[in-house]
């Protein structure tokens, strides 16, 4: 049941993404990249992308950390604009690994015609982070995994593929000895051509040992120009309310080195729009070079998490890459409301916890979410990444039609540490009525609740202000909006190193369901 639904949203996505292109491919990138550009070009919870161009088009991906399904494929002709055209695990996890889904990296071998993604996960077996690969003919097909090439006693994450200068292919990572208290390597060490296993011994680049640094370098993109190979790389803490991530660059003549760190580093600091800015990818179009990384806005900061930004890099008199610093923030003020009555199925944005078996049907009755009591006791989620600080989430359940407890909610984290379990605020509906709740470490408290004397179609809103403030209310089929509870302060559910999402949940017992007529998205 399980791998044929999520073949029905796979088939779905590539018909969707077909049917929605928006922007003629024609206009050639050099002419597109001379505006200017408009952050985040990657807006929402888009941590650790990385961006390849194959002819004249231009495909990035980003970490999906714990939300399936796994690893976004984007596509754009300018740099700007993207689009959702595929996944490189549209069926879940690996059988291998478990979590941790963290900073893909796709490469293009131009010869052989194929995409190869690395990605980090955590191996089952050994409970270690480990770099691995699959690969595909496209980077709209479908991907083979090839699993693990390396997985060090305390962790290898953040893969980077470049050539040496006699073609020969190495891959480069991070140990991640910061886990531990110890510094934090970066080895290259090369691979075969079919991208399957590693040759030879690993190098060590460099590792974190200027003060600005801190506790780790990471993060690695390299790239070849004025006889150098050079490498930005990202130092700091990355992920929460207390991060201070920074961006530095090295060069070596040589591919294993000696490296030469930029004594003007970091080059790529806080800025009045953009928090702790860093991982990303180098790209060189038309003679210029670009870098898609991730930073916290000013504004959403940790209720939004890590959004996808794009600079350009420009040159000292002696030949160092550095940044003006002075990207800004103005698409999120002017997001795009989202729609789905879940006739032509469920829209790709759509994720669910990579742990979960997600079981629906869609079609002319909407959205059958079957429910369960997963996800730390609160059932099946379907849900987004938020893209703004204030927005409404509203959905049409028909309770007649529900013998499960449904409705909408945020979803955070039960506290703002690493690994902690999710936890939610939200509204539900049921044959019983309405409530108000939290959901925290495997408990569940009741806010509010209210009886109802119709049942049929019941709508209920979440609206959302500063990133944390939730209002509710809820109409039926002849009524008007009815605001219930008091305004409830999410605050304290933020995760580490992701932003919220928001969507729908169906808990009951095993075979019921709750059915979902509409949900829409309006940001304000």
């Given at each position: ?451 109802l004397d119709s049942k049929g179609l019941i709508t209920i809103k979440m609206e959302v202000a500063a990133g944390h403030l939730l209002s509710f209310a809820y109409k039926t089929e002849q009524g008007s909006w009815e605001s219930i509870g008091e305004e409830l302060d999410a605050n304290h559910l933020v995760p580490w190193g992701m932003g919220f999402r928001l969507g729908m949940f169906a808990k009951g017992k095993e075979n019921q369901s709750v059915n979902f007529i509409q949900t829409s998205i309006t940001n304000h």
């Amino acid at each position: 049941m399980k791998s044929i639904f999520y073949s029905i949203i796979y088939l779905l996505l590539m018909a969707s993404c077909q049917q929605n292109t928006t922007k003629d491919n024609h206009e050639s990138a050099g002419n597109l990249l001379s505006r200017t550009i408009v952050n985040p070009v990657l807006p929402g919870d888009r941590p650790d992308p990385t961006v390849i161009q194959v002819g004249e088009e231009f495909y990035a991906s980003t970490t999906s950390n714990e939300w399936a399904p796994l690893f976004p494929i984007y596509k754009s002709s300018d740099l700007q604009e993207w689009e959702l055209v595929n996944y490189v695990f549209p069926d879940g996890a690996p059988e291998w690994a478990k979590n941790n889904f963290w900073a893909p990296e796709l490469s293009y071998d131009k010869a052989q015609g194929k995409i190869y993604a690395y990605y980090t996960a955590r191996d089952k077996s050994s409970n270690r982070l480990s770099v691995a690969v699959a690969s595909s003919d496209s980077p709209t097909g479908i991907f083979e995994d090839h699993g693990p090439l390396v997985a060090q006693e305390f962790g290898s994450i953040d893969a980077y593929e470049v050539r040496d200068d006699e073609g020969e292919i190495y891959v480069l990572w991070k140990e991640d000895g910061n886990s531990q208290g110890l510094p934090t390597p970066i080895w290259a060490q090369e691979i075969n051509a079919q991208r399957t296993h590693l040759l030879g011994q690993p190098v060590v680049l460099f590792k974190n040992d200027q003060p600005w640094e801190k506790n780790l370098v990471e993060g690695v993109s390299v790239f070849k120009e004025n006889g150098y190979f050079y490498a930005t790389y990202s130092a700091g803490a990355c992920c929460d309310r207390a991060c201070n991530y920074q961006t530095g660059v090295a060069r070596s003549e040589k591919l294993l080195g000696p490296w030469e760190k930029y004594e003007g580093n970091p080059i790529l600091t806080d800025n009045e729009d953009w928090h702790c800015a860093g991982h990303g990818t180098v790209l060189k179009v038309n003679e210029e070079h670009f870098m898609l990384y991730h930073a916290y806005n000013t504004e959403g900061s940790v209720f939004v998490g890590r959004e996808g930004v794009l600079e350009k890099l420009v040159w000292t008199d002696d030949q160092w890459p550095v940044f003006e610093n002075k990207a800004t923030y103005t698409r999120g003020k002017g997001m795009i409301d989202f729609d789905d009555d879940f006739q032509q199925g469920l829209h790709p944005l759509w994720q669910w916890r990579v742990t979960q078996d997600i079981v629906f049907e869609t079609g002319e009755n909407g959205l059958i979410l079957e429910a369960s009591e997963d996800n730390e006791n609160m059932g099946s989620l379907l849900v987004q990444s938020t893209k703004s600080t204030d927005y409404a989430l509203e959905s049409t359940i028909n309770v007649d039609q529900s013998d499960a407890k449904g409705g909408i909610l945020l979803v955070g984290a039960a506290n703002n540490g690493f690994g902690a379990p999710i936890a939610g605020i939200g509204i539900a509906v049921g044959k019983s009525g309405l409530e108000l709740f939290e959901a925290r470490d495997q408990e569940e408290t009741i806010l509010y609740q209210k009886e109802l004397d119709s049942k049929g179609l019941i709508t209920i809103k979440m609206e959302v202000a500063a990133g944390h403030l939730l209002s509710f209310a809820y109409k039926t089929e002849q009524g008007s909006w009815e605001s219930i509870g008091e305004e409830l302060d999410a605050n304290h559910l933020v995760p580490w190193g992701m932003g919220f999402r928001l969507g729908m949940f169906a808990k009951g017992k095993e075979n019921q369901s709750v059915n979902f007529i509409q949900t829409s998205i309006t940001n304000h």
